[in-house]
């Protein structure tokens, strides 16, 4: 890295470090508040309040989004569709019990959210090495983002899985492809009916027992039931339903007969759709 761009670097990182610590700040004010909600900020202008106690600290939090979203923009390079805007503009929003993302979420949380955000800025500015402007630093995002799934010890899996999933299909290892993708549509699902609620659960005519006991066709028709994703499983292929059951007693050989380019492939675009449905967002 040339010394120019280092010192832009740092600028950078010493201009998040303040937003870090001042972001923390707030957040301790506002745990201490009232819970009121928030809507996210309409394009040019700032983020709004409802609550009209404690104007102060409302006022200093408007003002501390706002010069985030000054240089997450900046970070950006302008562009709404790179991986750190939209991560911003994610930050402003909640979701449903049935895992719908809907706008206004509790003021400490957003800044929660808004922190991760700035965290995950110094981290693609940390590591970068060469570049001929500071933007582009941080525009290949991580291998990917699972932000939708509500177990948060399960994304830095499933992450890793999808990357997997992928390098697979490349090297033409179709079985292993549909496997891990099968994998991780069973848990992305998985973590969608059990965020769900059993209230939610028992009004879908739902299978007794707990829902990692039940068969994976049986996962995704209640999820599909619950209205948690759409009628894209209705492609998932025959031996991807039963991907569970093509496998010897320790996991490994597959019984039926070999996997093709297609049946993998197919598996993957379903894979796509339900992350979709999961994460509307997106």
């Known amino acids: 890295m040339d010394e120019s761009l280092r010192a832009q670097v740092e600028t950078y990182l010493s201009h998040l470090d303040g937003l870090i610590r001042r972001g923390r700040k707030l957040r301790d004010t506002l745990a201490t508040g009232s819970g009121s909600t928030w809507s996210p900020p309409e394009e040019g202008s700032s983020p709004t309040g409802n609550d009209s106690s404690n104007k102060s600290s409302i006022a200093a939090t408007r003002a501390w989004q706002e010069d985030c979203g000054v240089t997450i923009n900046q970070l950006s390079g302008g562009s709404k569709a790179h991986w750190l805007a939209r991560s911003f503009s994610e930050a402003f929003l909640k979701r449903s019990a049935s895992g719908i993302a809907v706008q206004g979420a509790p003021p400490e949380e957003i800044v929660e959210r808004l922190l991760d955000v700035l965290a995950q800025a110094v981290t693609s500015l940390s590591q970068t090495d060469d570049s001929s402007i500071v933007s582009a630093s941080l525009e290949a995002p991580p291998p990917h983002r699972f932000d939708f799934v509500h177990n948060l010890d399960l994304r ?19 079985d292993l492809a549909l496997r891990t ?22 009004t879908s005519d739902a299978p007794a027992g707990k829902i990692a006991d039940w068969a994976f066709e049986t996962r995704l028709a209640v999820a599909e039931k619950l209205g948690l994703i759409r009628g894209g499983c209705a492609r998932l292929p025959a031996i ?18 070999t996997i093709t380019e297609r049946d993998a492939r197919t598996t993957g675009q379903v894979l796509k759709v339900v992350m979709r449905d999961l994460d509307p967002g997106r």
């Open 240 to 257: 991807a339903r039963k991907y569970r059951d093509a496998t010897d007693s320790d996991g490994n050989d597959y019984k039926n007969p």
């Open 156 to 174: 830095p899996i499933v992450e890793q899985a999808y990357s997997d999933s992928r390098r697979a299909l490349e090297q033409q290892h179709y």
């Open 181 to 202: 993708s099968c994998g991780i549509l069973e848990a992305i699902v998985t973590d969608a009916l059990e965020h769900g609620g059993v209230a939610a659960l028992a």
